[in-house]
C-alpha cells in the first residue's frame, strides 16, 4: 500500500471513528412536493402570543405586542407603506391593521385579536 493510500486511510478511518461520517444518500421516504409543505408561523421577536392588541394600550407589554404587528406587517404582507416599529399604535398602523384584515377576507375592525394574529403569522399577500 502507497504512503498516500495509507493516509487516505487513516484519515477516513479517522473521520469515521470521530462520528462525521457522510450519510448516504438514499432517502427513506419520499420528498414532499413544494405545495404540500406549510410553513411555521413567523415571529420578529417582540412577541409570541395572541393577546388583544389595539389603540390606547401602554405599558411595556403592549409596546412589545405592538412592535410584533408592526414588523409582521412589514416583513409578512403586502401592505405598502413601511411601519416604524415604535411600539405607538397609531393612525399608521391602526390603517395597516384593517386593510390587512380586509385583505385577509376578516372584520375589519382594527384590533388584533387571536384570528388577526394568525392571519399575520402565517402571512397574507394580495
Known amino acids: 500500500m502507497t504512503s498516500g493510500r495509507r493516509i487516505a486511510l487513516a484519515f477516513a478511518t479517522a ?5 462525521l461520517a457522510v450519510a448516504p444518500t438514499a432517502s427513506a ?3 414532499q412536493s413544494v ?5 411555521a408561523p413567523f415571529y420578529c421577536g417582540w412577541y ?9 394600550q401602554t405599558g411595556a407589554a403592549a409596546e412589545a405586542r405592538i412592535k410584533e404587528v408592526q414588523c409582521l ?4 404582507t403586502s401592505y405598502p407603506t413601511y411601519l416604524d416599529p415604535d411600539g405607538k ?3 399608521l398602523t391602526y390603517n395597516a391593521v ?6 385577509a377576507g376578516i372584520s375589519d375592525d382594527g384590533q388584533v385579536g387571536s384570528v388577526t394574529w394568525g392571519k399575520l403569522r402565517a402571512g397574507v399577500r394580495w
Open 73 to 76: 406587517i412589514n416583513v409578512n
Open 89 to 91: 399604535f397609531g393612525t
Open 98 to 103: 384593517t386593510s390587512v384584515q380586509r385583505h
Open 35 to 39: 405545495q404540500n409543505v406549510q410553513a
Open 15 to 19: 473521520v469515521v471513528g470521530a462520528g
Open 29 to 31: 421516504a419520499p420528498a
Open 48 to 56: 409570541n402570543g395572541n393577546a388583544l392588541t389595539k389603540a390606547g
